[in-house]
């Protein structure tokens, strides 16, 4: 598959589970995003990874934890999760510089 | 601190009108600003970016620093147009140059027949 994956596209979880939501990018880009998207609210970076290295956390519980093994995945480990935190989460990649960020189809999170 | 605000989160109109969808972002620098668009059942995708000033799909949009707006226009609106709409300023992500986006809520834009 071309561009950007995510899987699983649909998860629902209680709060005590841990599960991983994975993204992977066939585009050779060397920085990838993870966003939230909740109904009420715009979509919120949570973090950017470049070059396999954390530049940015966005003031994000210690609940979610990224993990990029690699240029091309990137993993976001959920554990003891809040039922606000259902959302729609969201991966991109985008090369260098360049702000035009390739967005993966999301996540759809349920915490019940 | 950076904020995008679209005041319209729905916008109606007839194809063949023309279309206005509102953005102003407030940021202390320098900004830059892009339109990203996502069709029903795709991915969120750019659609403009401010620093190019082309026409993407008849859709234009000029950066007025003076009102810190950002609004995307087209003069006769098509029904395949319908979609979300979303505005965003770009940021600086920690001690790199690479893109920390800053979105508004999104404008749902529908042209009727």
């Known amino acids: 598959e071309t561009g950007v994956t995510q899987t699983p596209r649909h998860l629902v979880m209680g709060m005590t589970n841990k599960k991983s939501l994975k993204c992977e990018q066939h585009l050779g880009h060397n920085a990838m995003y993870w966003y939230k998207q909740s109904a009420k609210k715009p979509l919120e970076l949570m973090f950017v990874?470049?070059?396999?290295?954390?530049?940015e956390n966005n003031s994000v519980p210690s609940r979610f934890s990224p993990e990029c093994p690699n240029s091309s995945h990137l993993f976001l480990h959920l554990h003891t999760l809040q039922p606000e935190d259902s959302a729609l989460y969201l991966c991109a990649s985008s090369q260098g510089f360049s702000y035009e960020q390739y967005f993966g189809p999301g996540t759809r999170l349920t915490v019940t | 601190a950076q904020r995008v605000t679209q005041p319209e989160k729905l916008l109606s109109v007839f194809k063949g009108a023309p279309v206005e969808l509102k953005c102003n972002y407030s940021y202390s620098g320098s900004p830059e600003l892009f339109w990203y668009v996502q069709y029903s059942r795709q991915r969120l995708q750019l659609l403009l970016r401010?620093?190019s000033r082309e026409s993407i799909k008849g859709f234009t949009a000029d950066l007025n620093k003076g009102e810190t707006s950002f609004h995307l226009k087209k003069p006769f609106a098509q029904e395949e147009d319908s979609a979300m709409y979303y505005c965003a300023l770009s940021g600086r992500a920690g001690g790199t140059s690479y893109g920390k986006l800053t979105f508004g809520q999104g404008t749902i834009l529908t042209v009727h027949p």
């Open positions: 990874y470049s070059l396999e290295e954390r530049v």
């Open positions: 401010h620093i």
